[in-house]
């Protein structure tokens, strides 16, 4: 496999001038939907509009003041689309479904920019999927597809069909175009920065109750927010949906940007690593002010899980300074959550509404669904409409708490029966597998990587046995999962190529 770096035809700007490109991006573009929201609230696609005008001006300058290519831009407006949610559900059925309509987004369409990029330039030479991943997503996507065409080809299941396809073409989109060296270490700034965003804007939200009202851009409809007790509980969700979806997402990225930092990779610049702690301790930050319980867990076990393998493979000589390092940092960490641990006493010891008691009639309702629908399931994007028939819980949990159940691999299950399940299962399985296995490269940055990418994923799995998620969905959680699935891959193929020139050398 070869992998041919680009020609440097443009000067590249440093991680100071990269910073405020994309910060500066999505700070602008955040402002220009303050007004658009404020001025066209009933008027959606006029919104989309004029926000995809003012945004092509905002990119064109700074093209213009940045000296920069334009594919650059496009990189760093895809990594922005995960933290701040612009889409359009056309045809739109049931407000309360995920999608509710035909969902286009500004991830998927800038997932297909850099693909064509990479087509067009010939820089995705090599197998970009192994074999055994092609199998586990080609049968995952049949078996979806089957379980709509069983349930009676639904409209929603059709368009979540199409939101599964969009999530395994930015897992490719994202091993094919980052699976290079330099590449790699611009989507892991791009991440930090993402993240820095998030945590700040968190901030900004618990301190001044601003900004928020904007679900066009990512800060929750009013329902959603009541689901999940923001507004008694004063959580906080940036643009990621809801305050639990933020946390989930934040904590499944916090590992892979802070990786570097612990494995204390030479090959960074002390300004880069200090700017992905700076990354992580804010996005510990959004962490506890979004309440999420499962979210906490999650961090605390991938930290964790990142020293002990840090620790292993860290020669004799650096492991005193290792400590430290890991000493100082741990201060420093307490030393942010210090102004918030009366919200983390009261989270863990106070009143959580009946959201932990709740989960077992939930659970109890989906167990039914499955074993009525062992093999096809209810269809993709099925589990609200049918939920109420096999409700024999004696609270009738689908009336009173009218959700699907908090758990993504029962509920993936329940809709497209256990097969599916289990291939979900699977790709998880594969992906931490994956990491671990390169984590034995010699590159440190790679190592470093590979092992943050898997314990991302653990992170996810955490708080996805306590949250609901469908396989169609468009929404940040499973969206950011299928990230780190084309993360890995990229990873693999960046380690592949390594591997084949020693090889050559030797």
């Known amino acids: 496999m070869e992998i041919r770096h680009e020609p440097n035809i443009v000067r590249q700007p440093d991680t100071v001038r990269n910073a405020i490109l994309v910060g500066g991006m999505i700070a602008a573009s955040g402002l220009l939907g303050i007004a658009l929201t404020a001025g066209a609230s009933d008027h959606s696609a006029q919104i989309l509009f004029v926000a995809a005008t003012g945004l092509g001006l905002i990119l064109g300058v700074s093209v213009l003041a940045f000296d920069l290519s334009l594919i650059s831009l496009v990189r760093a407006a895809f990594v922005a689309s995960f933290f701040i949610k612009i889409d359009m559900n056309l045809f739109k059925i049931d407000e309360m479904e995920d999608p509710s309509g035909l969902n286009l987004s500004a991830t998927l369409l800038l997932a297909i920019i850099l693909l064509a990029y990479d087509k067009l330039n ?7 999927f192994p074999s055994i991943l092609w199998l586990i997503l080609t049968a995952l996507f049949c078996t979806a597809a089957a379980s709509v065409v069983l349930a009676g080809a639904q ?14 073409l930015v897992a490719y989109t994202t091993a094919s175009h980052f699976g290079r060296h330099d590449r790699i270490k611009t989507l892991i700034l791009w991440l930090a920065i993402g993240i820095c965003f998030t945590g700040l804007v968190g901030l900004s939200q618990f301190i001044l109750e601003w900004p928020l009202a904007m679900p066009f851009f990512g800060t929750g409809t009013e329902e959603e927010l009541l689901g999940t007790q923001s507004q008694s509980l004063g959580r906080v969700q940036a643009f990621l949906r809801t305050p639990t979806e933020m946390a989930w997402v934040i904590s499944t990225l916090v590992p892979l940007v802070i990786a570097p930092f612990v494995f204390r990779v030479k090959t960074l610049s002390s300004s880069h690593k200090n700017f992905l702690t700076v990354a992580g301790l804010l996005g510990c930050v959004a962490i506890v002010l979004s309440l999420a319980r499962g979210s906490w867990i999650g961090i605390v076990t991938s930290v964790l899980l990142l020293v002990v393998f840090a620790w292993f493979r860290l020669p004799r000589a650096e492991k005193k300074s ?3 390092s890991g000493v100082g ?5 307490i030393a ?9 006493y009261d989270r863990l010891t106070g009143d959580d509404q009946g959201a932990a008691a709740i989960r077992l009639p939930l659970m109890q309702n989906a167990l039914l669904m499955i074993e009525d629908n062992a093999v096809a ?3 993709l994007n099925g589990y609200r409409s049918t939920m109420t028939k096999y409700d024999e819980t004696g609270v009738f949990v689908s009336t009173i ?3 699907p159940v908090h758990n993504v691999f029962a509920h993936i299950t329940a809709e497209v029966g256990i097969v599916g399940g289990v291939l979900f299962s699977l790709l998880l399985i594969y992906g931490i597998a994956k990491g ?3 984590s034995r490269s010699p590159d440190r940055l790679i190592a470093a990587l590979s092992v943050g990418v898997a314990i991302g994923l653990v992170a996810f799995v955490i708080s996805a046995v306590k949250e609901p998620g469908s396989l169609g969905s468009g929404r940040p959680p499973i969206r950011t999962c299928f990230l780190l699935i084309g993360a890995v891959m990229a990873v693999s193929r960046i380690r592949n190529y390594q591997d084949l020139v020693r090889r050559d050398r030797s």
């Not at 010939?122 to 970009?128: A, I, K, L, R, T």
């Not at 940092?329 to 960490?333: E, P």
């Open 155 to 168: 409209t929603l299941g059709l368009f979540s069909l199409f939101s599964l396809a969009a999530s395994i």
């Open 336 to 344: 942010v959550m210090v102004p918030f641990s009366e919200r983390i």
């Open 436 to 438: 671990i296995s390169n």
């Open 377 to 379: 399931g209810v269809g």
């Open 322 to 324: 290792f400590l430290l």
């Open 329 to 333: 940092v741990a201060v420093l960490l």
């Open 122 to 128: 010939n820089h995705d030479e090599g197998s970009v």
């Open 401 to 403: 708490f009218p959700n």
